[in-house]
C-alpha cells in the first residue's frame, strides 16, 4: 500500500505506507470508538451523533490487510458490548445484525476506492456520504418491519424514514446529526493520517534526492 497524505482536494499517495500512519489510525479508531460509549452513557446527548460510519469507511479506507476490517470492526464490536451491559438492551438482535451488516458494507464502500486508488477528497465524501444513506435507510428499515407502531405499507416506511413514532425526535434529526458526526470524525481520521504521512514523505522525497 502506498503513503497518502492531504492536500488541497486529495489525498495523494507516492510513498511506502507509514507505521506511524497506521498507528495513529488505529489510536484514533478506538478513541472514538470509547468516545461512543462515554456519549451514551455519560456525556449529555444528541441523537445519533455517533462515529460508526466514519470509523467503519476511514478504517477501511486508510488500513492495510485484515486491519482494515478487525481494526474497525472489532473496536465497534466490543464498543457494542459495552453500551448493551451499560444500557441494558439486548446484545444481539435483527437492529444490531442489520446494523452490522451495513457497517460491513461502509467498510467495503472504503476498501473499494482504496483498491481503485481514488484519492479526491470529493470522492471520499461522496462514499462516507453514501455509506451514511445506506446505513440510515437498512436500519430504519428493520426499525419499520419489526415494530408494530408503524403502519404497514409504504406509508410507514416513509414515517420511519422522516418523521419516526410519535412522543419522539423525527427521524431526519437522527440523520442530520449522524452525517454531521460522519463528516467531523471522518475528517479528523483522515487529518491524523495525513499528519503522519506528511511526515514520511517528505523524509521519502530526502532520501529520493540522495540516492
Not at 444528541?46 to 476511514?58: H, K, M
Not at 465497534?76 to 452490522?100: E, M, N, R
Not at 428499515?141 to 423525527?170: E, I, K
Request: glycine share 10%.
Amino acid at each position: 500500500m502506498a503513503i497518502g497524505y492531504m492536500s488541497n482536494n486529495s489525498v495523494q499517495a507516492s510513498a511506502p505506507v507509514s507505521q506511524t500512519a497506521v498507528l495513529m489510525t488505529c489510536t484514533g479508531i478506538v478513541l472514538l470508538a470509547t468516545f461512543r460509549v462515554l456519549h451514551a452513557t455519560v456525556l449529555p446527548e444528541w441523537p445519533n451523533f455517533s462515529p460508526l460510519a466514519a470509523v467503519a469507511f476511514c478504517g477501511g479506507f486508510l488500513l492495510p490487510g485484515w486491519m482494515a476490517w478487525g481494526v474497525p470492526l472489532g473496536a465497534l464490536f466490543i464498543s457494542d458490548l459495552l453500551l448493551a451491559a451499560l444500557l441494558g438492551y439486548p446484545a444481539l438482535g435483527l437492529g444490531q445484525t442489520a446494523a452490522w451488516v451495513s457497517l460491513a458494507l461502509i467498510v467495503a464502500i472504503g476498501r473499494g476506492l482504496a483498491a481503485r486508488s481514488i484519492h479526491s477528497l470529493p470522492a471520499l465524501f461522496s462514499g462516507l456520504f453514501a455509506g451514511g444513506i445506506l446505513f440510515y435507510f437498512v436500519t430504519n428499515t428493520v426499525c419499520w418491519l419489526t415494530m408494530p407502531a408503524y403502519p404497514r405499507g409504504l406509508d410507514g416506511l416513509w414515517m420511519s424514514l422522516t418523521t419516526g413514532l410519535p412522543g419522539f425526535p423525527p427521524s431526519w434529526l437522527f440523520f442530520r446529526n449522524s452525517l454531521v458526526s460522519d463528516f467531523l470524525f471522518a475528517s479528523t481520521l483522515l487529518a491524523l493520517w495525513s499528519l503522519a504521512q506528511a511526515r514520511q514523505q517528505r523524509a521519502f522525497r530526502q532520501n529520493q534526492s540522495e540516492v
